[in-house]
């Protein structure tokens, strides 16, 4: 602003005072557009580092979760497994909710995971019974001389 009153108070002609007006105006579009130029190259700056920031975020958190599904199927390493995976064996379903497919390796490679056993209630004994060779009461007439 004490640019412009300098020029309007000067002795200089309308002429003169018109040009210098003009060049002074010129002067600080150049500036401001160099200054909005600057900002728009950090906005952008910043804006593709935040968007590098929620990728990261929503890859680690994509692994996480099929980290914790390959636990839950019982596998044994989580990191050979993850390397098998192909795209389609990870999906959104219908509801949006992340999914992953792991039988198609659990067939392929399945000493990958623990196999699950049905553990057998007992003591390892022959079962003794009505249908057994001797009974009881075979083993007691036996024991008490009767034959």
Known sequence: ???LS?????????EEKLK???SLIEQNYVE???IDEKESVLEQKYMDEIQK???GYENEKKQAFINSEIQKCGGKNTKAITALLED???YTDETGKLCVDLSRIMESDPYLFTQKSE???GTGAAKSGPNSKKSFLDYARKGAGLK
């Open 20 to 22: 210098r007006i003009e």
């Open 88 to 90: 389609s064996d990870v």
């Open 119 to 121: 553990k057998v209630m």
């Open 1 to 3: 602003m004490e640019q």
């Open 32 to 34: 401001k557009s160099a």
């Open 53 to 55: 920031l929620k990728d």
């Open 6 to 14: 300098e020029i309007l108070n000067s002795d200089l002609d309308n």
